[in-house]
């Protein structure tokens, strides 16, 4: 078991940048690639970022390139995506996911552990 736990998120104004980290806990000296997705108000769970396990690997929904940005350190066990150039539409609750799987993949029905989410409200 891989137990995530995401932070970083709050209240940022439009235009503003945000980090969120996720912190993974439990089995993870097995290589494990992990994504980001949010779900808005009324709206259903999307990919918004992943990457595999060694990093080299990432995978950005077009909604957010070029404004978001995701990494890893895996010495941490840590996750993180920056995000930059935040709009009103970018406001939901981001979760942090993993996979029994080095390699990337946008579909989350293939990812195994999920955290509780974290809110980032952008206001305009």
């Known amino acids: 078991q891989v137990q995530l736990v995401e932070s970083g998120g709050g209240l940022v104004q439009a235009g503003g940048s945000r980090r969120l980290t996720c912190g993974a806990s439990g089995r993870t000296d097995s290589g494990y690639a992990m994504g980001w997705f949010r779900q808005a108000p009324g709206k259903e769970r999307k990919f918004v970022a992943s990457i595999n396990w060694s990093g080299d690997d990432t995978l950005v929904a077009d909604s957010v390139k070029g404004r978001f940005s995701i990494s890893r350190d895996n010495a941490k066990n840590t996750m993180y995506l920056q995000m930059a150039n935040l709009k009103s539409e970018d406001t939901a609750v981001y979760y942090c996911?993993?996979?029994?799987?080095?390699?990337?993949?946008?579909?989350?029905?293939?990812?195994?552990?999920w955290g509780q989410g974290t809110q980032v409200t952008v206001s305009s």
């Open positions: 996911a993993a996979r029994r799987r080095r390699f990337t993949t946008p579909l989350q029905g293939l990812y195994d552990y």
